[in-house]
């Protein structure tokens, strides 16, 4: 399978949207979410083992040992946790514990950006102020800079006054995988900054179950980007269907649940292709009210999902985020929610987070995660 940027975004009328370089980058900025194909490509799953208790400000981590490699495949290692590549495809492995909500199966996207590699689940018991706090899409540890959704999309919309020091979001689209969220949840963990994860539901599945149950456990926060990503369902005509939107809300929270516990709840929803990429979308935000949440779009980004700006290589990814952020005027304001991605394969994002963890730091930004 080869390597994809997400070069191009899948339009409602299902033929490809092909963004030109010259295109504004406010417009890209709205249209760079992710890019999924209906394709039935597969990708190479793995299997992870157990992580080290470690948090957003860990001690220093004990690496758990290497297991025995399956068959021929080689041993990946990534620091605490320990990837090793496995033979069978085990994306579409039925949730055992996912109470399916009333309204039928959404449409789901099915490409090689969309399923995620997945392995042999693993059981790992996190202490208690590690595990969901009741309520929240957060553990108790990370309460101190965890920030309502509805306050964030208020700042970022300049609904409300700016908040008095600089607040950094990092959001990381289309996860959990076996292979990208873990290096990004490293480099985390190394850098001591907390993120948020908006998850394509389906794919958290029985054995990835455990990847969330660590992003909690680590300090950061669990958000909603979908249950099954489809364009073409949630945005029939390229216009939001409240009841579409809702429905695959409700897979999606079943999903999560399944994973870190029936009293998760989370204010922050993230359309696939951005708010602003459709038409009439009032009745579906006046829904994802009614049920205390809000849309969180960005006001910046590594690009690692757009065509429209520079984004073939490391030092790209590094300056798209100031660059975006001064196209979106969000430079001069206190408040940076910067898009990124976990999606498999993307060895940009991961090369270039350390930097633009630090750069961010440099700026006097500290980091939140959206609640």
Same mark, same amino acid.
């Given at each position: 399978?080869?390597?994809? #940027?997400?070069?191009?975004?899948?339009?409602?009328?299902?033929?490809?949207?092909?963004?030109?370089?010259?295109?504004?980058?406010?417009?890209?900025?709205?249209?760079?979410?992710?890019?999924?194909?209906?394709?039935?490509?597969?990708?190479?799953?793995?299997?992870?083992?157990?992580?080290?208790?470690?948090?957003?400000?860990?001690?220093?981590?004990?690496?758990?040992?290497?297991?025995?490699?399956?068959?021929?495949?080689?041993?990946?290692?990534?620091?605490?946790?320990?990837?090793?590549?496995?033979?069978?495809?085990?994306?579409?492995?039925?949730?055992?514990?996912?109470?399916?909500?009333?309204?039928?199966?959404?449409?789901?996207?099915?490409?090689? %950006?969309?399923?995620?590699?997945?392995?042999?689940?693993?059981?790992?018991?996190?202490?208690?102020?590690?595990?969901?706090?009741?309520?929240?899409?957060?553990?108790?540890?990370?309460?101190?800079?965890?920030?309502?959704?509805?306050?964030?999309?208020?700042?970022?919309?300049?609904?409300?006054?700016?908040?008095?020091?600089?607040?950094?979001?990092? %959001?990381?689209?289309?996860?959990?995988?076996?292979?990208?969220?873990?290096?990004?949840?490293?480099?985390?963990?190394?850098?001591?900054?907390?993120? %948020?994860?908006?998850?394509?539901?389906?794919?958290?599945?029985? !054995?990835?179950?455990?990847?969330?149950?660590?992003?909690?456990?680590?300090?950061?926060?669990?958000?909603? #980007?979908?249950?099954?990503?489809?364009?073409?369902?949630?945005?029939?005509?390229?216009?939001?269907?409240?009841?579409?939107?809702?429905?695959?809300?409700?897979?999606?929270?079943?999903?999560?649940?399944?994973?870190?516990?029936?009293?998760?709840?989370?204010?922050?929803?993230?359309?696939?292709?951005?708010?602003?990429?459709?038409?009439?979308?009032?009745?579906?935000?006046?829904?994802?009210?009614?049920?205390?949440?809000?849309?969180?779009?960005?006001?910046?980004?590594?690009?690692?999902?757009?065509?429209?700006?520079?984004?073939?290589?490391?030092?790209?990814?590094?300056?798209?985020?100031?660059?975006?952020?001064?196209? !979106?005027?969000?430079?001069?304001?206190?408040?940076?929610?910067?898009?990124?991605?976990?999606?498999?394969?993307?060895?940009?994002?991961?090369?270039?987070?350390?930097?633009?963890?630090?750069?961010?730091?440099?700026?006097?930004?500290?980091?939140?995660?959206?609640?």
């Amino acid at each position: 399978m080869t390597t994809r #940027h997400h070069t191009t975004t899948e339009h409602p009328s299902s033929q490809p949207l092909r963004l030109a370089v010259g295109f504004a980058l406010t417009a890209s900025l709205a249209l760079g979410g992710c890019a999924h194909t209906e394709s039935g490509a597969t990708v190479q799953p793995v299997m992870a083992s157990s992580a080290s208790a470690s948090a957003v400000e860990p001690t220093s981590a004990t690496p758990t040992p290497k297991p025995t490699p399956t068959g021929p495949s080689k041993v990946v290692d990534q620091g605490p946790l320990v990837l090793t590549p496995v033979t069978k495809v085990n994306n579409d492995r039925p949730n055992k514990k996912l109470v399916k909500p009333t309204c039928a199966l959404p449409g789901i996207t099915i490409g090689p %950006t969309a399923m995620s590699p997945a392995g042999k689940p693993t059981n790992t018991a996190w202490p208690a102020d590690r595990q969901l706090k009741p309520g929240t899409n957060h553990a108790p540890i990370a309460q101190g800079y965890a920030y309502p959704a509805k306050q964030v999309f208020a700042w970022m919309n300049h609904k409300a006054p700016q908040p008095k020091k600089k607040i950094a979001f990092l %959001t990381f689209d289309d996860g959990p995988n076996g292979v990208t969220t873990p290096q990004v949840l490293r480099i985390l963990r190394e850098g001591k900054v907390p993120a %948020t994860f908006f998850v394509v539901a389906r794919q958290i599945g029985e !054995h990835n179950a455990q990847l969330v149950q660590q992003q909690v456990a680590e300090g950061h926060s669990i958000a909603i #980007h979908s249950y099954g990503h489809h364009y073409r369902y949630l945005y029939p005509g390229g216009v939001g269907s409240p009841t579409n939107v809702s429905c695959d809300l409700d897979w999606a929270l079943a999903a999560v649940r399944s994973a870190v516990g029936p009293d998760f709840q989370t204010g922050a929803f993230r359309y696939p292709g951005g708010h602003q990429s459709w038409k009439r979308m009032g009745p579906s935000d006046a829904m994802l009210a009614k049920r205390g949440m809000s849309y969180i779009d960005w006001n910046s980004m590594n690009g690692d999902a757009d065509a429209s700006v520079p984004h073939g290589s490391t030092r790209d990814m590094i300056t798209n985020v100031q660059r975006t952020a001064r196209a !979106h005027g969000a430079d001069k304001d206190k408040v940076l929610v910067v898009l990124m991605h976990d999606f498999h394969p993307n060895p940009l994002t991961v090369d270039s987070l350390p930097t633009i963890i630090k750069n961010l730091r440099k700026q006097g930004y500290s980091f939140g995660v959206i609640s």
